[in-house]
């Protein structure tokens, strides 16, 4: 039995299959020894019919003889064999409203990614990075893909409200978290074009330079696009002429007056991305604006702070590192990092963001140096292996 057992730890470190149906054997028959053991009556028991049971069949203490057409053939080496339990399936038939005229199979290969970027364990984690760029493609990818067989760019409201509950439904029955409309702060009316004026696909290619607008941002650049943008200036030009806006120059920059005209923008830009959408093939906008949001996403700090009262009460006024001003600062720091994961980039700005509150509120000196504070420490990579060096007093603005 020692020696059964030394080859089974043998065989398991080894990660030989053929070893393995050995040892399976080889169990297999001390198995059936045990069990014809087991028969045996112990001393002085009499069974039922007086008689003593006959000897065990030599049979049971025979080697089990394996053929060959049992063991499984596994036509793609290098690939780990299947789980040796049952498996069950992640997804189900969605209930659809059978309202939204469109044939969702076309679209399967962006809803599935979307779907599996928007897990329900994941989305909450990592959804200002990945999910919501996507999710935000794949209606992007929707609205152009409609607009095929109409003469519009947009959806009407009612159709709008029907097909957006249809593509939420799709999504969770993947496995997808089915509050992705909250948790992006996307509704159906992103569908329908808003307040912006243009919305048919004629007069939006008579107002825009439509050759212009594709050759801009049919290919987008991973590696310049975010520096020096190409796509992003085309379709806020093309935005801008299609929402009937004037725009006035002050300090160099084109600053639109009125809030409600920001929302027109924003609307005709929806726009745009719909006729952008409708040109390409589904993996190239889905590329294209993946590219976008990145660029977008690292503008901001998607982090929520709230005044640091405990943190300025403590860290005001340093000139040494002080226990009581690091323990507040970093138990302020391990509740932010827990909102989401965030990427280096947003990390340099939400260091950035807070440490202009500190400065702000009287905190002239680096804690960040002072507590040992990290990038990493302001996301949920905190935990793992991952992150960059300190910061330094030129990333913290002091």
């Not at 059964?4 to 065989?11: E, R």
Request: glycine share 4%; net charge neutral; charged share 15%.
């Amino acid at each position: 039995m020692i020696k059964k057992l030394s080859v089974l730890y043998w065989v398991f470190t080894s990660g030989s299959f053929c070893h393995l149906l050995l040892v399976i054997a080889l169990w297999l028959c001390s198995y059936q020894n045990v069990v014809a053991l087991s028969l045996l009556p112990k001393p002085g028991h009499i069974s039922s019919t007086s008689e003593l049971p006959s000897s065990p069949n030599s049979a049971n203490f025979q080697p089990i003889e394996i053929s060959p057409t049992m063991i499984p053939h596994y036509p793609f080496h290098g690939e780990p064999m299947p789980p040796m339990y049952p498996s069950f399936p992640k997804t189900y038939d969605p209930v659809l409203t059978g309202r939204c005229p469109v044939n969702f199979s076309v679209i399967s290969s962006i809803t599935a990614k979307t779907a599996s970027d928007c897990t329900q364990s994941l989305s909450t984690v990592v959804g200002n990075v990945i999910c919501c760029p996507q999710f935000n493609s794949l209606l992007h990818i929707f609205q152009g893909f409609y607009s095929n067989h109409s003469d519009t760019l947009v959806l009407q409201n009612a159709v709008a409200d029907d097909c957006f509950k249809d593509i939420i439904s799709i999504l969770a029955s993947r496995g997808a978290n089915s509050s992705l409309s909250s948790m992006c702060s996307v509704k159906s009316s992103n569908l329908t074009g808003g307040s912006c004026p243009v919305k048919d696909i004629s007069t939006f290619e008579k107002a825009v330079n439509t050759s212009k607008l594709l050759d801009s941002c049919s290919t987008v650049d991973p590696l310049k696009e975010c520096c020096r943008p190409f796509c992003q200036p085309a379709i806020s030009e093309a935005a801008l002429q299609i929402s009937g806006i004037k725009m006035t120059l002050s300090d160099n920059k084109n600053i639109v007056e009125a809030p409600t005209e920001i929302d027109t923008l924003n609307d005709c830009k929806g726009v745009v991305y719909s006729w952008i959408a409708r040109k390409l093939r589904f993996v190239d906008a889905n590329n294209a604006f993946r590219l976008l949001s990145s660029c977008k996403v690292n503008k901001a700090c998607p982090l929520d702070f709230k005044q640091p009262s405990e943190v300025i009460n403590a860290c005001r006024n340093l000139a040494a590192p002080s226990p009581s001003c690091c323990s507040s600062l970093n138990a302020y720091i391990t509740g932010i990092q827990k909102q989401m994961l965030i990427t280096n980039r947003q990390a340099i700005i939400c260091a950035a963001v807070f440490g202009y509150m500190l400065q702000k509120a009287g905190v002239m000196t680096n804690v960040y140096e002072l507590c040992d504070v990290d990038l990493k420490d302001f996301s949920l990579q905190a935990y793992g292996q991952e992150g960059t060096n300190s910061l330094s007093e030129t990333e913290l603005g002091s």
